[in-house]
């Protein structure tokens, strides 16, 4: 009985979360921050763990994005849009 009541609960929990999730929808020219993945280990709570800004230059499919930066000059790269 116990694990049917923890099966029920967690698909309600997963209900609730699948319709609070928020699509982002990037677009061309669009301002775009790149986190600094490598504060995932080592926080520093007074570093910096976003990059950026940078102008979305390129959508390729799969969510892949080309960024430029703000001067102009291209972002070595292609980064995950998510």
């Known amino acids: 009985m116990a694990r049917f009541h923890q099966q029920v609960q967690k698909e309600c929990e997963k209900a609730w979360h699948d319709q609070h999730i928020k699509l982002h929808i990037f677009k061309v020219h669009d301002l775009f921050l790149l986190y600094d ?15 950026g800004p940078y102008v979305i230059k390129e959508i390729i499919d799969g969510g892949v994005v080309q960024l430029m930066k703000l001067n102009g000059d291209p972002f070595l790269g292609k980064v995950n849009g998510s």
Do not use: A, R, V
């Open 37 to 51: 993945s490598k504060f995932d280990k080592f926080p520093g709570k007074f570093q910096m763990h976003w990059l």
